[in-house]
């Protein structure tokens, strides 16, 4: 799957027409927001999956190739008998990673988990998909909330200034709808379903007065998450909190969940030492006491630093390796989860047509192909052995015209002025073989035909011996060895001078 197909395709295009003022492409964004390529090759162990069993158990883990237990799987279907008799209808996105959310939610009691998903449902119906507007991206752009870096697991960090609010001029449901795309978008693009599927936050107090608090509006933005974002929190950081928070703290305490009560976490400081324990200093911002500056551009989201894990992690046990990670993408073991865009398959490869590939291409092997009839010009050709046991002797014109008259491939245009050389020796050559034929022909005898040669097969590249032509005796041929043929002689005549 590539980078744009994990896209949501209804926020495709407000995504695009948000950054047209913006330096970089969409596609690039989109690269840059994309988990890391070690997040891919990161699988939770069971316990980073779930703590604990039944009608107690927290789970973080609902997607992609995880697995429920039977007490799970019950639950679900008995939940979806009741959402039927209530006449709640579920399109498909209600899977059962997402009932099961709800059902762990309120700890498996189905008539506060079916009041639950009809929130949710009306809320989905209003409130999705969210169109882009100006105001939705001012309040983005002004880093009111932004995200940055990413912990040890490579869940994204988010960061949520209250105290950059002024209450007297934002319009509370622009606010939400601000943060309903915000979250989308994350959620969205930069999760991987079955391995990374939790965000940590941050929220900045900065110190604000009780007076100046954003009271009401920070109450619903704790039930808007609760009840709309179910099971992605993991942990919760507030930030230089004063003293007077306390007491607005337990009264909103009351409406949350316990489970989401257990992940919130006051620091009076800047400084929250817990993080440590599963976020690298060098993807915080130094105003929370982290080693990375301090973001001045809050929108779109950009990676912040290679180094995500901790002194405590070990790469060797945590990371699979390429070759396992493409073992299971072809076994179908995590055809669910995200395919990775940043490790390529084989198969991935473009594949040319045999008709596109170049025919020049197959000659570039170490040993080019001959076809019959035709040989390279710098290759000699042996003459097939002849078990005749008649023979001629070949003289040496007859061996060079031999020579320059085989077979040759189609001449380069180098070769050229060897090619008229060469017909012009052929030429004084076959003169001289025809004075020969006419020294060697005796008129008075006439050829006797071995009963050998004549059941003798052709020899496919011997040189076809050449007829007389009229007026002229045809040439001697002596029955017996090899030495016999090449020293008889007619008596009276001369013996043959050798050149």
């Avoid at 003022?21 to 069971?46: C, G, H, K």
């Avoid at 990673?97 to 709800?102: A, P």
């Avoid at 040890?152 to 319009?171: A, M, T």
């Avoid at 007026?471 to 002689?489: D, H, R, T, W």
């Amino acid at each position: 799957m590539c980078i744009r197909d994990s896209i949501n395709a209804e926020y495709m295009g407000d995504f695009v027409n948000a950054f047209q003022d913006s330096s970089m492409e969409p596609n690039q964004i989109l690269v840059e927001v994309t988990p890391p390529r070690e997040a891919y090759l990161y699988f939770p162990t069971e316990e980073e999956i779930r703590i604990g069993k039944g009608e107690t158990e927290l789970r973080r883990i609902f997607e992609g190739h995880v697995t429920y237990d039977e007490f799970e799987l019950e639950k679900i279907r008995a939940f979806r008998a009741e959402l039927a008799k209530a006449n709640i209808e579920l399109d498909s996105y209600w899977q059962n990673s997402h009932l099961l959310r709800f059902l762990i939610a309120n700890k498996f009691r189905f008539d506060k988990a079916m009041n639950s998903v009809r929130d949710h449902v009306a809320w989905r119906k209003t409130k999705l998909p969210v169109n882009i507007s100006n105001p939705i991206e001012n309040i983005l752009r002004e880093g009111i909330m932004y995200q940055f870096g990413r912990d040890h697991r490579f869940r994204p960090i988010l960061v949520i200034n209250p105290y950059k609010i002024d209450v007297s001029k934002v319009d509370t449901e622009i606010f939400m709808d601000a943060m309903t795309y915000f979250l989308e978008f994350i959620l969205k693009n930069m999760f991987l379903p079955g391995q990374v599927e939790n965000w940590v936050i941050i929220i900045d107090l900065n110190n604000m007065s009780f007076l100046s608090m954003p009271i009401n509006l920070m109450k619903q933005i704790f039930g808007y998450l609760q009840n709309n974002y179910r099971s992605r929190l993991f942990r919760m950081y507030v930030m230089n909190t004063p003293f007077s928070i306390y007491v607005p703290w337990s009264i909103a305490k009351s409406f949350l969940e316990e489970n989401t009560v257990k992940k919130i976490n006051f620091i009076k400081s800047p400084k929250a030492p817990q993080m440590w324990e599963h976020i690298n200093p060098d993807q915080v911002e130094e105003k929370f006491d982290g080693k990375a500056p301090n973001l001045t551009t809050f929108w779109p989201p950009k990676p912040v630093s290679p180094n995500y894990l901790t002194p405590k992690d070990d790469p060797a046990t945590m990371f699979i390796t390429e070759e396992k990670y493409i073992q299971l993408l072809r076994s179908g073991a995590i055809e669910k989860n995200h395919k990775s865009p940043h490790i390529k398959l084989p198969e991935d490869a473009p594949k040319v047509q045999e008709s596109e590939v170049p025919a020049q291409k197959k000659v570039e092997e170490p040993k080019e192909e001959v076809k019959q009839g035709e040989t390279k010009t710098e290759t000699k050709q042996e003459a097939p052995k002849q078990e005749a046991p008649v023979k001629v002797e070949e003289t040496k014109e007859q061996t060079e015209v031999k020579k320059v008259q085989q077979p040759k491939t189609e001449e380069k245009p180098e070769q050229v002025a060897e090619a008229d050389e060469n017909k012009q020796r052929i030429d004084k050559l076959e003169h001289k073989l025809e004075e020969k034929k006419e020294e060697l022909s005796l008129p008075t005898k006439e050829p006797e035909v071995s009963k050998v040669e004549q059941n003798q097969p052709e020899q496919p590249d011997q040189p076809a011996q050449q007829q007389p032509q009229e007026g002229e005796n045809p040439p001697v041929v002596i029955e017996g060895g090899e030495n016999q043929a090449l020293n008889v002689q007619e008596e009276g005549q001369p013996k043959e001078s050798k050149e």
